[in-house]
């Protein structure tokens, strides 16, 4: 749950804060949590990061996977007003495994999914 009580709604599931777990437990960081955030950029007009983050900064919001377990998820407010309404997943292809966002707000989005665009 965010740690802000009128906060735009963002879902983590249980398979995304766990693989953030053993990344962070490979890294020999196994107490941080994900930073999820946007910036403006990729060929789309906006793209995802994701970094392992060892605190929230004091504006972040803090989501926890909703089974309680894996590590928690950091997402600043300005990252968060263009991520309202969407879920992070962790997606496994044959092209291979990264964390997923399915966002509502985008419109449009580029062929590695890595950048979107908002309407």
């Given at each position: 749950m965010p740690?802000g009580?009128?906060?735009?709604?963002f879902r983590?599931?249980?398979?995304?804060?766990?693989?953030?777990a053993?990344i962070?437990?490979?890294?020999g960081?196994?107490g941080?949590g994900?930073?999820?955030?946007v910036s403006?950029?990729?060929c789309?007009?906006?793209?995802y990061?994701?970094?392992l983050?060892?605190?929230p900064?004091?504006?972040?919001?803090?989501?926890?996977?909703?089974?309680?377990?894996?590590?928690p998820?950091?997402?600043?407010p300005v990252s968060?007003?263009?991520l309202?309404?969407?879920e992070?997943?962790?997606?496994e292809?044959l092209?291979g495994?990264?964390?997923?966002?399915?966002?509502?707000?985008a419109?449009s989005?580029?062929?590695c999914g890595?950048s979107?665009?908002?309407g």
């Amino acid at each position: 749950m965010p740690d802000g009580m009128n906060a735009p709604s963002f879902r983590v599931t249980p398979r995304a804060a766990a693989q953030a777990a053993a990344i962070a437990a490979r890294e020999g960081r196994p107490g941080a949590g994900l930073r999820v955030s946007v910036s403006a950029g990729g060929c789309s007009g906006f793209q995802y990061g994701f970094a392992l983050e060892d605190a929230p900064a004091p504006e972040d919001l803090v989501f926890e996977p909703l089974d309680g377990s894996g590590a928690p998820v950091f997402v600043d407010p300005v990252s968060l007003d263009l991520l309202a309404g969407s879920e992070l997943d962790w997606a496994e292809a044959l092209i291979g495994a990264h964390f997923a966002i399915r966002n509502p707000q985008a419109v449009s989005g580029c062929g590695c999914g890595a950048s979107f665009a908002i309407g």
